[in-house]
């Protein structure tokens, strides 16, 4: 399975802040090196955040190899692309959300100090253990961080998830922070407005990413001013199997009372399968069904 750039251009640079998941170590790093080529094509100083193993140098980091990003050795070389590995981070910085945003503020302010008209960071799985309820939370507080950069100034943020390196914890919430934007396979997700919006093929392969994503999506619906319920856009799903489908009514019959799920648009068949599964009363639709 590869990347789904092909059904989300959008993933060339124009979405500010994206969850790129790979489940191997191989379709990750295409992504990744598709990503900043195309940043670095468009003139923006691009950061990178990843690993260096003990006693690798930066020359020996498959950024700088075949598998790399065209132009990333003179990009280097030119200061157009910085590296810093994790632990000189975490050395820094520290692991917390404060270290964190201190460190990124501070390299969008030096680049545009330096005049880059955008400015692009990407950083490798975090690999984070998120084994407790302080650890999810100061992630979560980061990445929330990430969408006040993109927010403020001229900034483009891509994430990398590599499945086979992280446990399911920080799988799981790795992807529901990011429900807003996901590329994943074959399918998609992303948020405009009041409207949570699934993309492409759903089927078991990713049913439990696709679960974390809607937990994700109820879990915000909630923090709004305008929740508590999440409204659903049915119209871009290709393709949903009944995994995905138990999933979607699951999450929707275990949210707390008050709160319902909407349904726009979409395939009847969808509606069928729904209630094939079991449809719960938090599950309404809209009057824009096709």
């Not at 407790?132 to 943020?157: H, I, K, N, S």
């Amino acid at each position: 399975m590869t990347p789904l750039l092909p059904v989300r251009p959008d993933l060339d640079g124009a979405t500010p802040h994206t969850l790129l998941v790979a489940d191997t170590v191989e379709q990750g790093r295409r992504g990744t090196a598709s990503w900043v080529e195309r940043e670095l094509a468009h003139g923006s100083k691009v950061y990178y955040k990843g690993w260096l193993h003990e006693g690798q140098r930066l020359d020996q980091h498959w950024i700088t190899g075949p598998a790399g990003p065209r132009g990333a050795r003179d990009a280097l070389a030119s200061g157009q692309l910085e590296f810093l590995d994790f632990l000189s981070l975490i050395e820094r910085y520290g692991a917390t959300s404060d270290g964190v945003l201190t460190l990124y503020r501070s390299e969008v302010e030096r680049a545009l100090e330096d005049m880059w008209p955008t400015v692009a960071m990407t950083q490798e799985s975090p690999e984070l253990p998120m084994a407790e309820a302080a650890q999810v939370a100061e992630y979560t507080t980061w990445e929330t961080g990430f969408d006040g950069l993109t927010q403020r100034w001229p900034v483009r943020m891509l994430c990398q998830l590599t499945v086979p390196v992280e446990n399911e914890t920080a799988v799981w919430e790795t992807v529901a922070v990011h429900h807003r934007d996901v590329v994943d396979g074959f399918w998609a997700a992303s948020g405009c407005g009041d409207r949570w919006r699934p993309h492409g093929d759903l089927d078991a392969h990713v049913a439990r990413r696709f679960g974390a994503a809607v937990n994700g999506a109820l879990r915000a619906a909630r923090e709004r001013e305008d929740g508590p319920d999440l409204h659903l856009d049915l119209t871009a799903i290709d393709f949903m199997d009944v995994a995905c489908a138990e999933i979607l009514m699951l999450a929707a019959r275990s949210a707390p009372d008050g709160q319902q799920m909407v349904l726009h648009g979409g395939h009847r068949f969808l509606r069928r399968l729904f209630d094939a599964v079991g449809r719960p009363p938090s599950v309404r639709e809209s009057e824009d069904v096709s």
